[in-house]
């Protein structure tokens, strides 16, 4: 993790948003590869101080090694996907939604709601959110997202039905052992059917890879 400290940035301290579950392990000045103090607090923020700031006060860039990647992966991706209805005829098959492969996607038959996408984990995992990458950007999706150990019996761990964003991609937090998500989508905008780019399942706490570190 490299936190780079612009000529706004006058202090000698900082400390990092959340690193979920990522442990800092080593800090150290990028330029002059010295060790640089640290502590760890609440959420595994990292604070870092005694950096240089007369050395390069346009330009330090400091170093933070972690146990563990910040970002987790995709456990869906290659799972065993289904669905209630696919748009055969165009090769949007519900397995890829897993695929990891944003250019494919799976789509319902027609442009109802209640139409569903099932991930088969393969075994019981403890989630901790799943992300949705949606058709289209700029329209609302609705969605549900419930749960099952045994693809029978089924908890609802999320629910935007009433959902205002129009943004493509969600994100959503929640905590469970489960083998099985659902995903059915439950709103949508007029001329929008059920399709979905993505179907992202992850197993540790969410760190936000698009966060600006760029301070000052």
Do not use: M
């Not at 419930?146 to 761990?157: I, N």
């Amino acid at each position: 993790l490299y936190i780079h400290l612009l000529p706004g940035y006058s202090g000698s301290t900082f400390t990092t948003p959340s690193l979920g579950d990522a442990v800092p392990v080593r800090a150290y000045d990028v330029v002059s590869q010295g060790a640089l103090s640290f502590s760890v607090g609440g959420g595994n923020q990292a604070t870092v101080s005694g950096i240089n700031r007369t050395r390069y006060p346009d330009d330090t860039v400091v170093a933070i090694v972690l146990d563990r990647p910040v970002v987790p992966a995709d456990i869906a991706r290659g799972g065993t996907a289904s669905s209630d209805s696919v748009e055969s005829a165009k090769g949007n098959y519900a397995a890829n939604a897993v695929d990891g492969d944003t250019s494919t996607r799976w789509c319902a038959a027609n442009g109802s709601t209640g139409h569903w996408l099932t991930v088969d984990l393969g075994s019981v995992h403890t989630v901790t959110g799943a992300r949705i990458a949606w058709e289209f950007a700029g329209h609302r999706y609705g969605c549900r997202i419930d749960a099952s150990t045994d693809g029978a019996s089924w908890s609802t761990l999320a629910d935007l039905t009433a959902t205002t964003s129009t943004s493509q991609v969600q994100t959503l937090g929640f905590s469970a052992a489960t083998r099985y998500l659902r995903l059915t989508v439950t709103a949508l905008d007029s001329g929008c059917w059920a399709s979905v780019r993505s179907f992202e399942v992850y197993d540790r706490p969410f760190f936000d890879p698009s966060l600006d570190l760029a301070l000052g």
